[in-house]
C-alpha cells in the first residue's frame, strides 16, 4: 500500500527552531524512511521519522517536503508551507532637555511583515511605560540608558538600549 505522507509545524519566531511532526499514515504496513527536505529544493537534511527540528534565520514562509516511503518501497510525498514570523526591529529617538524637563521618546520601530502591537519602555530604577510615544522626566543630567521591547503580532519580541541625554541646568 501507498503511505499517505504528512506533518504538521508549529508557528515561531525567527532564529527559533520549529518543529516538523510527522503524521504521515499508512493502512496496512508500516513506514520505513522519511526524507524531510527543507526548502522543497531536492537537499536531504533529515532522513528519521522526528520530529524534527529546524532553524530558519529569517522570517518568511518556508517550504518543506517530506516523503514518507512503506517498508514495501512505496512513496508518497507531501509539500507544505512552514511559516515563520518576523522579528521586530526596535529604535527610537529622545530629545535633549535640561533636568527637570520631560524628555520625550518617539519610536521609530519597524518590522518586515506584520505590526508592532506592544512598545514597553524601561528608564532604569523601576520606571516603565508602555506604549508610544511616551515621556519621562529624568533626575540625573548626563547619559541614562533607556530599553525600549517591542513585541508583534506574531508574539517576537527584540529589545534595544539607547542612551537619552539630560542637560544640566545653567
Known amino acids: 500500500p501507498m503511505p499517505t505522507a504528512a506533518f504538521l509545524s508549529d508557528t515561531v519566531c525567527a532564529g527559533t527552531p520549529t518543529t516538523l511532526t510527522d503524521a504521515s499514515a499508512i493502512a496496512p504496513g508500516t513506514i520505513a524512511q522519511w ?5 522543497a529544493d531536492g537537499s536531504i537534511e533529515y532522513t528519521a521519522q522526528g520530529p524534527q527540528t529546524h532553524t530558519f534565520a529569517a522570517g518568511g514562509t518556508y517550504s518543506v517536503e517530506l516523503t514518507a516511503t512503506s517498508a514495501l518501497g512505496c512513496s508518497n510525498s507531501v509539500v507544505d508551507d512552514v511559516i515563520v514570523n518576523y522579528i521586530p526591529a526596535p529604535d527610537f529617538t529622545s530629545d535633549s532637555v535640561c533636568i527637570g524637563n520631560p524628555t520625550t521618546f518617539i519610536d521609530n520601530s519597524v518590522i518586515t511583515v506584520g505590526n508592532i502591537t506592544d512598545y514597553a519602555w524601561d528608564f532604569g530604577g523601576g520606571n516603565t511605560a508602555n506604549g ?3 515621556s519621562f522626566t529624568f533626575v540625573t543630567a548626563g547619559n541614562n540608558n533607556v530599553t525600549l521591547t517591542v513585541t508583534s503580532d506574531g508574539g517576537c519580541t527584540a529589545s534595544t538600549t539607547l542612551p537619552a541625554y539630560v542637560r544640566q541646568l545653567p
Open 35 to 39: 526524507d524531510w527536505d527543507i526548502g
Open 132 to 134: 508610544t510615544p511616551t
